[in-house]
């Protein structure tokens, strides 16, 4: 997944809009919008804000965000066995409100 389509999701499974996030983070819907849709990568320091905004660490975003291509040939094998599973974990851990953990 790219990380634009990765914040996208993120951004879907929190329940927020562009349009807030965009406002938190102090940048524009369309500058939002374009690296949602890959057209630029986001500097550090708006990975960081978004990361922020959407209450997960940027290490998870940057491993949602890696390919087959960013995979060393002699472990593409490991990583398509174990990427599924471990996609799946972060976004459930990630993505899941206090109430569904009975944290409340």
Do not use: W
């Not at 819907?29 to 708006?46: D, M, R, V």
């Not at 804000?49 to 997960?56: G, H």
């Amino acid at each position: 997944m790219e990380i634009g389509q990765v914040i996208k999701l993120l951004i879907k499974k929190r329940g927020l809009k562009q349009i807030d996030v965009a406002e938190r983070i102090g940048k524009s819907t369309t500058a939002l919008s374009q690296i949602i849709n890959g057209n630029y990568k986001p500097q550090p320091e708006t990975l960081e804000k978004l990361c922020e905004v959407l209450e997960v660490p940027v290490a998870v975003v940057h491993f949602l965000s890696i390919t087959e291509d960013d995979v060393p040939k002699e472990n593409i094998d490991l990583f398509r066995n174990l990427a599924p599973s471990m996609e799946k974990y972060l976004l459930d851990v990630f993505t899941a409100k206090k109430e569904d953990l009975n944290l409340v």
